[in-house]
Nanobody, 115 residues
């Protein structure tokens, strides 16, 4: 079993920054990607950013040039540095681990950006 524990969410003013962390533990055998998704009230969960084992990244257009995803493979931890935050970034952010056989999800961390 794999557990993902997120931290770093909170309330910030527009233009501010937050850094999310997600630590994976447990029976981690294969990892294809780790990443972040978010879900705002009344909306579907959407991809924010993902990163492969080799460090290749992919971002949603809405966060490009503002958010940066990184990972520490030795610690099985993925980070999301969020700069220039906007009210529309308000959502619950979920960590994801693609273990090839199945996906694993964190419990989610709330990010609220006030205008």
């Amino acid at each position: 079993q794999v557990q993902l524990v997120e931290s770093g969410g909170g309330l910030v003013q527009a233009g501010g920054s937050l850094r999310l962390s997600c630590a994976a533990s447990g029976s981690i055998v294969r990892v294809r990607t780790m990443g972040w998704y978010r879900q705002a009230p009344g909306k579907r969960r959407e991809l924010v950013a993902i990163i492969t084992l080799s460090g290749s990244t992919n971002y949603a257009d809405s966060v490009k040039d503002r958010f940066t995803i990184s990972r520490d493979n030795a610690k099985n931890t993925v980070y999301l540095q969020m700069n220039s935050l906007k009210p529309e970034d308000t959502a619950v952010y979920y960590c994801n681990l693609d273990g090839m056989v199945r996906d694993y999800w964190g419990q989610g961390t709330q990010v609220t950006v006030s205008s």
